[in-house]
């Protein structure tokens, strides 16, 4: 029987934890939250009081925080798992955060003799709960194999990216790409039904033309145009607007400090801010910025 | 053998109409430029002096024409169109404008008891020159019919999308969302390259997930991430970022008239106002936008 | 006594034409809504059936209309101005519209040996109220001269911009920078708020600074920074959204046509299309683009 | 004599310590480059190997860094300022960074019974060179007081802000809106040339109109408009686009960190990005937008 260290047991931390223990595998947890700890201790796992307390219970360990804030707290406080972390140790992190974050920690792994990759996640809670989830890597290859044993149990894609920083670019990328065309198929498609068409009719020929993506073709923001998607269901469950304006955020970040122009990207990134920032949109699916756009008296 | 009158024989026409001559049909045409007039009797059209002989010939018309104004021009001048059409003609306008001319044209040839559709393509030179183009047709479902046994002779698809005017509208809004999402394809690869990925990788992964497009796996405008597309030839021929600064500025005009905001579709807009009115950019085709952000001294 | 002749009298028609019954003018008018022509009647104005009996009684026309779509119809239509005006007649046009539209006008007007200036006011309806206007008046110059003594008894400033259409030209380039401004002002003051510092002393130290502006000394969005403005009175009165939103509009017309590109004109018009499309914000002062972005829940 | 040690002898901080020298103060200062120490000896000061000397040998600390990373590098490394300082000393720091950074730092000397203030600047090198830089202090009255000795010295305006961190978002604040009133004033201003006015003409009625502000006034990015100013030279000298980029840089993270939306300030960096990596504009004063906007084959 393995044993998996896993720190963050939040929306989705929870529901990873669980599936490796559906797996067979002895979990040890902490979480700052001891609503969360009963949770999960109720469901096999053992609860520890540190950080620090996990890292000297495994070599295997798993981080799943909101930001790079909480990272670097859990492996820097004085009861923190650098305190306690054993040579070879393998640390995944599966919190997205900044690039510079990570290749920062992966440093101070190093100094321990222990071994960190950076593994955010794509797929949100539905994708955690079924172990649907997307995993993009970045670290040595030999630490994405022995990766490999536990992100399976989690997920159903293990994509390798590179070097360690390369999980969390990929997904930077791939993400601040979503925002745009999500706020664009929201404009044409709002722009289309303004200018007389049937939405239906406009997403089936954008669909099989130079227009077509996943945010038109597989999650189309407008209302029945694609069945059991969040727009069918008043943009309830599904990518919340927050979470794309954190992703945008953390994109803005990195374009500032690789002096990359994204001009729709900051864009994409401010009306999120909006949307995140309301009560009508923050908690709805990233797809509400069509109800947002089309909304009038 | 059916007779058709052909009118605008410039960069697309004249091989649009070269189709129609190369399928048996009789074709009756008219340019204001004698060469390409020259060039189109030399393959056996009969070249008219005025619009409005050609009207004055046949009830099938077909119009290519650059803007709004040439089509205006074509139809109301006093050697005009509408001065010889016979009632029961169809005109079939395949000039990219404004909705609002297309459905004001319309009302002008009703007058006259002839009908009238839009129907502009996606396709470009290359399209035009295999007869693969695809037309975008708004008008009386019956016009549609009758129009098509001569589009099909151009062309490989004809879509029906509504009433006089939505031929218009639908490719203005999937032009919009092309334009934006090329944008954004280009700073997600530069900021991607720029944080260390390797743009193939990285467009592999996209490419299988959420931020996905037609600009991303089939057009990458990456130079080497997809072979044989213009990207790969220093943005030679393709779709020119002059053309895309057209459409998207019919998508600003149709935006303002029908009060849909359209933040991302204007800001791309002005992008390609940008690189439209730079020499080393306006002829390119319009994924060029990748090397205007990604180039630095 | 001089007669006039006036054609539209909305919010803002109205008082210009009191004004110039107030300075003993005789003034022939015309609207399209029986309310409006009583209430003039009822203060001393001769009302007439069509724009055609304006301008057959009098050489001297002003013409204040909603859009470009009004004023032809009121020039060109069978009972239109152009119907029955004389040689020599001076047409002022005070209407905010595209610059080509007065430029077509223009011509219209000397075929009939008769002269058109455009003269589109700044100042809103407290301006129009009070004779404050400031009139931008294109044409030529000594029918610039001959408007002035009209123009004087509605407004207190008549700039010349120089030829027909560029008092236009004039309105809508300083409009869609004062666009910006107003939201610039609103981003910096809520930022700066957001990050500890205090509205006033922050907007004192704008306002001796490299980012003073109109927007932040005279006009401040923010509550109560400045006494007396609309922001202090919950944005009622003043320039409202809708208006900013059809004076970008304008100028966003004018940058496609002269491929004059505006990134920042462009966002400014959108983000003013989506006020102007929302309840809560479409009928107040423009400085409301600051409780938009300000507001959270 | 009284004794200051200055840390960072780049641009501006040659100058500035050279003021210093200029009113009697014994100056000891550290660059890591020996180039600018050499010239700062010659000039009277003294040279000493480290930042800790430098706090050893006085309680009067100014610094003049690039970015936050040399910030946390002169304090916190092993021959550091924080090593050395004695309690009272004042901590005068005039770099341009992140709010976020200010704060940190001071709370690190609060640890030592040492103040800090932030002290950030506008005016340039010109400004530094003649003394007639503005100071936007935050920090305790008392140390703003105390600072005053020495900044007057340096500056024309010492301008309180409140707490520590208050100078960075002042100067922050007001830079953002700088740089978007100087693309709008730009795009204003190349709208009306193409539209064929005056640009005198032009800018004399915005600077009495709705429009007016210091970018257009004082600063007009159009060559010729205003005379002295660096758009008459070609661009050189002034405020260079890099460092508008970095402060509109600065100006993002806050808008992140705060949720505080800012969609032209955004867009502004973007373009001030896209300046900064163009050879040609990069060096040249920041109303070289103008010049971007403007050119045409």
Redesign the interface.
């Known amino acids: 029987m393995t044993t998996v260290g896993f720190i963050g047991l939040g929306q989705m931390g929870n529901h990873m934890a669980r599936n490796l223990l559906k797996n067979s595998f002895k979990v040890i947890a902490y979480d700052v939250d001891p609503k969360r700890q009963a949770e999960l201790k109720s469901d096999g796992a053992e609860i520890v009081k540190y950080p620090a307390d996990v890292a000297a219970a495994t070599k295997n360990l798993i981080t799943m925080l909101p930001n790079s804030s909480c990272v670097n707290a859990v492996f820097t406080d004085s009861k923190g798992i650098l305190e306690t972390i054993s040579p070879g140790t393998l640390c995944i992190d599966s919190s997205t955060i900044e ?1 510079s974050a990570s290749i920062d920690i992966s440093k101070l792994c190093e100094e321990k003799q222990a071994s960190y990759i950076d593994a955010p996640v ?1 797929g949100g809670v539905t994708g955690a709960q079924n172990a649907t989830l ?1 995993f ?1 890597v970045g670290g040595a290859k030999n630490d994405y194999e022995r990766a490999k044993s536990f992100l399976e149990k989690m997920g159903k894609n293990v ?1 390798y ?3 360690v ?2 999980g969390q ?2 997904k ?7 925002g ?2 999500m ?3 929201s ?6 039904v ?5 939405p239906k ?2 997403a089936s ?2 669909n099989t ?8 073709d597989t ?1 189309n923001p407008v209302p029945n145009v694609i069945e059991g998607v969040p727009s069918c269901n008043d943009y309830a469950g599904g990518f919340g607007s927050q979470l794309m ?1 954190k992703d945008l ?1 953390l ?6 400090q ?14 999120y ?2 949307l ?4 009508d949109f ?1 908690d709805k699916d990233f797809g509400v910025v069509y109800k947002f ?5």
Chains 1, 2, 3, 4 share one sequence.
């Not at 033309?209 to 038109?216: A, F, I, N, T, V």
């Not at 994109?251 to 500032?256: E, I, M, P, V, Y």
């Not at 756009?293 to 008296?297: E, I, M, P, V, W």
């Open positions: 690039q794509s997307t993009m994509v990216c590179g070097g920083g390369n670019a990929v930077i990328c791939n993400n601040m790409l979503l745009i065309q706020i664009g198929v404009e044409a498609m709002n722009l289309g303004k200018m007389g068409l049937d009719l406009l020929i954008i033309s130079s227009g077509r993506c996943w945010s038109s999650y304006a955020g994109a803005q970040t990195a374009s500032t690789c002096k990359a122009p994204t001009p729709l990207g900051s864009l994409a990134h401010q009306m801010q909006i995140a920032s309301h009560p923050k756009l089309s909304k009038t008296q």
